[in-house]
């Protein structure tokens, strides 16, 4: 058991899905190609596709700006500000768009109005080639509905799966997930369950871009070590984990 062992093997395996641009499980983000694509071709998209990330499983979260698009029938960013109640509508269509279906719609308003004020209604504005990645991350934080966690996990896949060529990455992170937590603090790379010891751990491990190991935990997160009955015996962490598996990250039972 080491925590230099499980770091290795992180980054690794963070190496690895960086080489092939992985989304989440494999190629796809959302399991539907249609979705995919409108993600990839449409940055606007994608920045809605940031803000559904949250209290959803991941596929239907970055589905969601696809859903929304079928629904209204555009994805207009200035009707989508000036027509608040009928983007909160779609939303609330059955089956209902999303868990948070009073405050998402009002995210993607605000959004819609800030990508036409500010960015010329062009989001990949936000992520120009060359840009740092802190700026980046303080842009995307500055959006409401986009926190911390969401702006590092936004940043990460910007560069690993879109290519967007941003500098810094010595300062990327891994998003202060639930899956990345439980992982970190399972394996021994992590005494305890905040923020800054993640980072820490993360930098200690892959200090060139400590981000590297954010969807490898996250997969592993979700994948094996899950909160019941992980599978100690099939996971790629499995060697050299301290296998502490009675332990959860606080606040979520
Ligand atoms: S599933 Fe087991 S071996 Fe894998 S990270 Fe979790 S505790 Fe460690």
Redesign the pocket.
């Known amino acids: 058991m080491s925590a230099e062992g499980v770091s290795a093997l992180l980054v690794s395996y963070g190496r690895d899905l960086q080489a092939a641009g992985a989304a989440q499980d494999g190629e796809s983000f959302t399991g539907r190609p249609e979705a995919d694509d409108l993600l990839r071709q449409d940055p606007n998209a994608l920045l809605l596709g940031i803000l559904f990330t949250q209290g959803v499983p991941a596929e239907r979260a970055w589905a969601g700006p696809w859903e929304l698009r079928e629904r209204l029938g555009h994805l207009d960013l200035a009707r989508l500000a000036s027509e608040p109640e009928a983007v909160r509508d779609a939303f609330q269509q059955p089956p209902m768009l999303h868990r948070f279906k009073n405050t998402l719609p009002a995210w993607v308003s605000d959004a819609a109005a800030r990508l036409l004020d500010e960015y010329g209604g062009d989001a990949s504005r936000i992520w120009p080639t060359g840009a740092h990645v802190l700026e980046v991350t303080e842009r995307l934080c500055s959006f409401a509905g986009i926190g911390r966690k969401k702006s590092v996990m936004a940043v990460q896949i910007l560069t690993r799966h879109f290519g967007v060529a941003l500098e810094g990455l010595e300062c990327g992170q891994v998003a202060y997930d639930v899956q990345v937590r ?2 970190f603090l ?2 021994g790379l992590v005494e305890s369950d905040t923020p800054e010891a993640i980072e820490a751990a993360a930098t200690l491990a892959c200090p060139d871009s400590p981000g590297t190991l954010d969807l490898a935990a996250w997969l ?1 997160g979700r994948q ?3 909160p019941r009955e ?3 015996e099939e ?4 060697g050299p ?5 009675w332990l959860t990250p606080h606040g979520v039972g």
């Open positions: 439980r992982v399972r394996s592993i094996t070590c899950r992980p599978k100690c996971c790629r962490l499995g984990c301290a296998r502490r598996i």
